[in-house]
């Protein structure tokens, strides 16, 4: 399958609904599991049909999510069934004149495919890629997973080649009837945003991302 060009009519990730929001180009579905922390994994274990938030990350073109190997999520996931990963980021609500046209401002990433499990060799980059994702730097401060910690850990990447972003970025679309109805309409704008960190530790300095974080940083956008 060829990255970046829109998918084939049949293909499972191409958006059919309100198509003109899709993107499928590298850049645009990076930057949205850049910009998170969690994903949604969906996938079925024979009985039932799943759908668990967890955290992930993203090297190159692969998802990564990672667990205990007693996790049922991580056992049937290694097992190389389908799955269906979502990330959604909510960037603001569209007030609309009608109750119907209330919409909301969004990026999303939906992504299928099977995980494959990172082997041993390569589990102590990746998840330090993980402790780095989750604050640049902090691999440096922190004493590293050891042998029996990454043993415990099963760690699983998922290509990002079955994906599609879909991006909803503007104002209410009122009918022309609705326009002129005498009632506020617009976009109140969300963000994800860092707040003062509760100094629990007071044995060493805060380390420079931590300020930088406790000083408000506008988090990943
Ligand atoms: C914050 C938020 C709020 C939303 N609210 C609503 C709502 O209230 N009602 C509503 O109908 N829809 C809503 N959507 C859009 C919704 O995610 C679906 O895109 C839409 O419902 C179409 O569904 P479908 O099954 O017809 O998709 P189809 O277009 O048939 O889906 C085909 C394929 O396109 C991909 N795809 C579909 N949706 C997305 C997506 N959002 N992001 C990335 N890839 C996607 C998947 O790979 C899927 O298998 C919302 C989305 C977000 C992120």
């Known amino acids: 399958m060829k990255p970046d060009s829109p998918p084939s009519a049949n293909a499972r990730h191409r958006v059919h609904r309100a198509a003109d929001r899709a993107h499928y180009d590298r850049d645009t579905i990076h930057g949205i599991v850049d910009a998170a922390y969690v994903c949604h994994v969906s996938w079925h274990d024979g009985d039932n049909v799943l759908c668990i938030p967890t955290a992930c990350w993203r090297v190159d073109d692969h998802l990564y999510i990672h667990g205990s190997n007693g996790s049922r999520m991580m056992q ?44 041993a060799e390569d589990k102590p980059a990746v998840l330090a890629g993980l402790v780095e994702w989750i604050l640049p730097g902090r691999t440096q401060d922190v004493r590293a997973a050891d042998a029996n910690e990454l043993l415990a850990t099963t760690v699983l990447a998922l290509p990002l080649t079955e994906a599609a972003a879909k991006i909803r970025n503007w104002g209410p679309r009122d009918k022309e009837a609705d326009v002129d109805l005498p009632c506020w309409s617009g976009v109140l704008p969300m963000q994800m945003q860092a707040m003062p960190s509760k100094a629990l530790d007071a044995s060493c300095s805060t380390p420079e991302a931590v300020d930088h974080w406790s000083r408000g940083a506008v988090i990943r956008n």
């Open 76 to 119: 049937s996931l290694a097992g190389g069934t389908q799955a269906c990963v979502a990330i959604t980021l909510l960037d603001g609500l569209v007030l609309a004149k009608s109750a119907f046209a209330h919409s909301m401002n969004y990026r999303s990433v939906v992504i299928h495919g099977q995980f494959s499990t990172v082997c």
